[in-house]
């Protein structure tokens, strides 16, 4: 089963952007689309988009179309999320996770990153 | 608001059977299959049920799902302490192009 390592906490102003990573390890990462969601505190679960293993193919919620960039470098097994024009509202956790496995039904997740945007 | 609808709470004691709603449209649970994770705080979704009903392995069996047209339901039995967490339902929806999530209901083991 693929583990997921995501990178650490980020503080951002208002207006910039930040760039999460979500490393891979063990083995098939390259057999799954990655999926991002965040979560404001106490809030619920937000899908933001999902990559597949190519880069070839991305799909965005409508809410964040024309912010938000996904992409994977599969050399290094690594998924990007990058989300722009930073404001409050956009501070949560923030997770990556794999397509559930038509076989076994596993998917994994990340252990999130804390973006908070303050000025 | 969410896409899906979920009750906020619900709630049991040790060893009853508790059973969570989530209810959807036509371009959503009518249409895909509906997923089910259980979230305890601090910590990353679980993956519960997947394709309505199936359970990955080492989901304990007390956990079920199902799904009636536009509806779906996730049942646990037996309900213990370690039940008390946040579920969420969540499906593909053809409208929006994406996955939508339940707003989430908080259980709680009395």
């Known amino acids: 089963q693929v583990q997921l390592v995501q990178s650490g906490a980020e503080v951002k102003k208002p207006g910039a952007s930040v760039k999460v990573s979500c490393k891979a390890s063990g083995s098939s990462f390259n057999n799954y689309d990655i999926n991002w969601v965040r979560q404001a505190t106490g809030q619920g679960l937000e899908w933001m988009g999902w990559v597949s293993p190519n880069s070839d193919h991305t799909g965005y919620a409508q809410k964040f179309q024309g912010r938000v960039t996904m992409t994977r470098d599969t050399s290094v097994n690594t998924a990007y999320m990058e989300l722009s024009s930073l404001r409050s509202e956009d501070t949560a956790v923030y997770y990556c996770?794999?397509?559930?496995?038509?076989?076994?039904?596993?998917?994994?997740w990340g252990q999130g990153t804390l973006v908070t945007v303050s000025s | 608001q969410s896409v899906l609808t979920q009750p906020p709470s619900a709630s049991g004691t040790p060893g009853q059977r508790v059973t969570i709603s989530c209810s959807g449209s036509?371009?959503?649970?009518?249409?895909?299959?509906v997923y089910w994770y259980q979230q305890l705080p601090g910590t990353a979704p679980k993956l519960l049920i997947y394709?309505?009903?199936e359970r990955p392995s080492g989901v304990p069996d007390r956990f079920s799902g199902s799904k009636s047209g536009t509806s779906a339901s996730l049942a646990i039995s037996g309900l213990r302490s370690e039940d008390e967490a946040d579920y969420y339902c969540?499906?593909?929806?053809?409208?929006?192009?994406?996955?939508?999530f339940g707003g989430g209901t908080k259980l709680t083991v009395l």
């Open positions: 394709r309505n009903d």
């Open positions: 969540a499906a593909w929806d053809d409208s929006l192009s994406g996955r939508v």
């Open positions: 036509s371009s959503n649970i009518g249409s895909n299959n």
């Open positions: 996770a794999t397509s559930v496995d038509v076989l076994t039904g596993h998917d994994s």
